[in-house]
């Protein structure tokens, strides 16, 4: 038993970390309360299940921060990305994924994994005799456990909300008015350059669109849903600290006429095939629907989450060219999202600092070689943003508790590769003060070393755009790769 991990929670960032712990030889309880207890935000029991977007976004190891990330999973063996790809549809640029394949894909893992088990059933108090605990309790943390979270944290539990994007019918999109093109027609991984529907609209109606947006009804947040303070169900529609990556649209619109045109709704790098050629022909704004399922039958409308109330969705997305005769297989929605202030609550190894054993990360600690329980989060809850990032905080909380149990020692990533620079910014690199959920960036990596590349002529250039982030991603994978076998010669 000393050798046991429990994990509470089996979303993303819990089921990797079951995952990674249980190869590393540590025997694993995944503790998950669905489907004895079901959430409002799902809808099955399974492990991983998606209830936002079913895209873990850009696949470009090269350019882009969340595809590097997603390379390093990769190298590190990861349960998420492994599954992911297993149930891949086409996404351009992007890792999109049919949310049913994915999760039973995930769950069926873990269920044949012979460290693992699987218990259901609502955790609402951690026992004392649990010595080495990860709380990837997500985004809809029980009341209870978040009581509990609150006493052991003295803090107040902080939350945003994430709005849900709706899902429509393949087969009612009308095709003589929209067209299948990706962005300046990309076509990577298993995409096409084809992989989006996109409905035009002329200037007029994008901005009768906006006016409809803007004077929409939108529902008021369920009892559950109250953000922290806010003592009635009006209160709770003032101010709401809603996370910029996941706005409701209507919130976007209110923001000035052009937020849309200039977001979700941009029509660069997308012609109209429909329409004579020629500036003045292609389109003043679209709104494109990205493939939610391998059979090709479902579409999301990429970023429309949404607030507004089920009737106004319906009667306000049908005025979208295309979609006049939409019929939605799911419509928008908003979910509690629950965070901890990681940088002022957790040690560098995601340990809470009232909590804490003797380090794995320097087999230092507190109480005199006392034995404590040491209770670590992974995922949304330490206000890492995003489906990738979230099981990535898994990753490595995984591994770190195998350590633990195991008697071994560990060394988190460094900073220059995307698993280190997340990690830094939720447990410390971030201002406590103004902490808020964060995707993964360029700008939470230090700067590369060389700010300069040579010419053929002699000349120095600054690094800029494309090579910039070509010179992060590059000493990313490299460190990386170094750190592995660090890791592989400690052990």
């Known amino acids: ?89 086409p996404a351009g640029g992007a890792l999109a994924v049919d949310r049913d394949i994915f999760s039973a894909g995930v769950t069926k893992a873990l269920q044949n994994h012979p460290n693992i088990t699987i218990q259901t059933g609502e955790i609402t108090e ?47 999109i009308n095709m003589d008015i929209t067209w299948m093109q990706s962005r300046y027609d990309k076509a990577e991984g298993i995409g096409t350059g084809k992989d989006y529907i996109n409905c035009p609209m002329t200037k007029e109606q994008y901005e009768t669109f906006v006016h409809e947006l803007i004077n929409a009804e939108c529902g008021l947040f369920k009892e559950w849903e109250l953000p922290s303070g806010a003592q009635t169900l009006a209160e709770a529609e003032i101010d709401t600290p809603y996370f910029d990556g996941c706005m409701p649209i209507e919130i976007m619109a209110a923001r000035g006429p052009e937020t849309l045109r200039f977001g979700p709704m941009k029509p660069i790098g997308l012609t109209n095939p429909h329409v004579p050629e020629g500036r003045e022909h292609q389109p003043y704004a679209v709104v494109q ?31 979208i060219p295309g979609l006049e005769n939409a019929e939605f297989a799911r419509l928008g929605g908003l979910h509690r999202n629950t965070f901890i202030n990681s940088p002022k609550l957790l040690n560098k190894d995601l340990s809470l600092k009232s909590k804490h054993l003797p380090s794995p990360l320097t087999g ?28 990535s905080v898994g990753l490595i909380t995984g591994r770190i508790a195998a350590a633990q149990a195991l008697g071994q020692t560990f060394e988190t990533p460094p900073i220059t590769t995307a698993h280190g620079a997340l990690l830094n910014h939720i447990t410390g690199g971030a201002d406590a003060k103004t902490f808020q959920p964060m995707n993964i960036n360029f700008g939470l990596f230090p700067p590369p070393e060389n700010p300069y590349i040579t010419m053929p002529n002699g000349k120095k250039k600054k690094l800029k755009g494309k090579d910039r982030k070509k010179a992060y991603t590059t000493r990313a994978l490299e460190d990386l790769e170094n750190w592995i076998k660090n890791d592989r010669k400690a052990a």
């Not at 005799?129 to 009581?147: H, M, Q």
């Open 364 to 391: 230092e600690g507190q109480g005199g070689g006392e034995i404590h329980q040491t209770i670590r989060f992974a995922g949304q809850i330490t206000g890492c943003e995003g489906y990738v990032e979230s099981a």
């Open 289 to 319: 629907l990205r493939q939610d399922n391998t059979l090709g039958t479902l579409y999301n409308i990429v970023g429309f989450q949404t607030k507004m109330k089920w009737g106004e969705q319906t009667r306000i997305f049908k005025t």
């Open 1 to 89: 038993m000393t050798k046991t991990i429990h994990i509470i929670g089996a979303g993303l960032a819990g089921s990797e970390a079951a995952w990674q712990a249980a190869n590393l030889g540590a025997y694993v309880i995944l503790h998950e309360m669905r489907p004895d207890k079901g959430t409002p935000a799902h809808n099955t029991g399974n492990c991983a299940e998606l209830v936002c977007s079913n895209s873990f976004r850009s696949d470009d190891a090269e350019y882009n921060a969340v595809g590097l990330l997603h390379e390093e999973m990769r190298i590190l063996n990861s349960l998420i990305m492994r599954e992911g790809e297993k149930a891949a549809v």
């Open 126 to 172: 951690i026992p004392p005799e649990w010595n080495n605990v990860i709380i990837a309790t997500g985004p809809l943390t029980s009341d209870a456990l978040a009581a509990q979270i609150a006493e052991m944290t003295g803090e107040k539990e902080l939350t945003f909300f994430d709005a849900i994007a709706p899902i429509v019918h393949r087969e009612t």
